[in-house]
């Protein structure tokens, strides 16, 4: 994970004593707990608007921001072959049992009449992510593309991020090792050598794509008004959720069927 800490040592200056006492983990609790739920509240407000159609107008799309980078995954052509999950696990060097790609499936309807559904839940990159205010040992910030990026060797393991993450994703290994939390980065190292992200190249189906956050933001309106076109129900779900996500999905059902609002 060397390079890693490479990445961000021009960005922050670790504390000189990362230890946090029982007290102060139990009075952030209550604190946790209560900014998670405003968190989510406030994500429902916002995505709201998402569950009818791309549910952004072309002002909207102007908007998003192309300094901002972004993943985006599209689920009409996902097949779930779960090698976007490997391929994040093997370019990172992250532990098997760190799942942090997850394709989580839902069915919908009423037997015999059963859809089947997917959604990739990896770290969103939030613009304005709790993980990173309330790390106290400065552990994840911000790189390149404002992708949120973690120092595994600066981590303390105190499950702070896991608390506050409205979407549940800080993955952590406590037989790993020196107990770390594991999610997304973005592959900065593979983009710092102007690569694409790991599970970008290894889709058999193309259904990932890399660029800035309009350019996701546009390709996703486009793939829904192309499944419309078609008598399909399609969901953009991302630029609207916490101030615009750095990870956007086209969904075939409602995002609530999976927790995301």
């Not at 694409?196 to 794509?209: N, Q």
Request: charged letters at 25%; glycine letters at 8%.
């Amino acid at each position: 994970m060397n390079w890693i800490r490479a990445a961000l040592k021009n960005s922050k200056n670790l504390r000189g004593d990362h230890s946090v006492s029982e007290e102060a983990k139990n009075s952030q609790e209550e604190k946790s707990v209560s900014r998670r739920s405003f968190l989510k509240k406030g994500a429902a407000i916002g995505g709201a608007a998402l569950l009818a159609g791309s549910g952004m107008s072309s002002l909207q799309a102007a908007e998003m921001s192309t300094e901002k980078e972004a993943l985006y995954m599209d689920h009409s052509l996902c097949v779930s072959c779960h090698a976007c999950r490997v391929a994040c696990q093997n370019e990172n060097n992250f532990p098997n049992e760190a799942n942090t790609v997850e394709i989580r499936g839902v069915e919908t309807g009423s037997y015999p009449d059963v859809d089947y559904y997917t959604a990739r839940i990896s770290c969103f990159h939030c613009r304005n992510a709790p993980c990173v205010e309330i790390c106290p040992a400065d552990a994840i910030e911000p790189a390149r593309g404002d992708f949120k990026v973690t120092d595994n060797e600066a981590c303390i393991g105190c499950y702070e991020c896991l608390d506050v993450c409205p979407f549940d994703v800080p993955e952590f290994v406590p037989e790993y090792e020196e107990e770390s939390m594991f999610k997304c980065d973005g592959c900065l190292h593979l983009l710092e050598q102007e690569k694409e992200p790991a599970c970008v190249d290894t889709c058999p189906t193309d259904a990932i794509s890399f660029g800035t956050q309009k350019e996701m933001a546009q390709k996703g309106m486009e793939r829904i008004k192309q499944l419309e076109s078609e008598g399909k129900t399609g969901y953009l779900f991302g630029p609207e959720t916490q101030g615009g996500l750095g990870l956007m999905l086209v969904l075939r059902t409602d995002p609530r069927n999976f927790d995301l609002s």
